[in-house]
Nanobody
């Protein structure tokens, strides 16, 4: 059973950058596809970015592909999400997910980390 713990969120100003981390325990993620999702206040959870097992393939939501970057360090069992030029509309709880069962459904989920962006 893989457990995922996100960190790196916080309250920031528009234009700032953040790097979110997702550390896995209870099992290795080195062969698993990973992803980040987010849930803005009052809205449904939405896909942000995904990365394949070795980092060779990445995929992004259209709204973030110019400002977000997903990466992974399998030796550290960790996935990252670099977020640049933060906007108020990026305010959301960000979730890490592992092992896709469909294109947007994943087997394992973390509890999330909150990102709040003020203008």
């Amino acid at each position: 059973q893989v457990q995922l713990v996100e960190s790196g969120g916080g309250s920031v100003q528009a234009g700032d950058s953040l790097r979110l981390s997702c550390v896995a325990s209870g099992g290795t993620i080195r062969r698993l596809g990973m992803a980040w999702f987010r849930q803005p206040p009052g809205k449904e959870r939405e896909f942000v970015a995904a990365i394949n097992w070795n980092g060779g393939l990445t995929r992004y939501a259209d709204a973030v592909q110019d400002r977000f970057a997903i990466s992974r360090d399998n030796a550290k069992n960790t996935v990252y999400l670099q977020i640049n030029s933060l906007k108020p509309e990026d305010t959301a709880r960000y979730y890490c997910a592992a092992n896709p069962t469909t294109i947007y459904e994943y087997e394992y989920w973390g509890q999330g980390t909150q990102v709040t962006v003020s203008s």
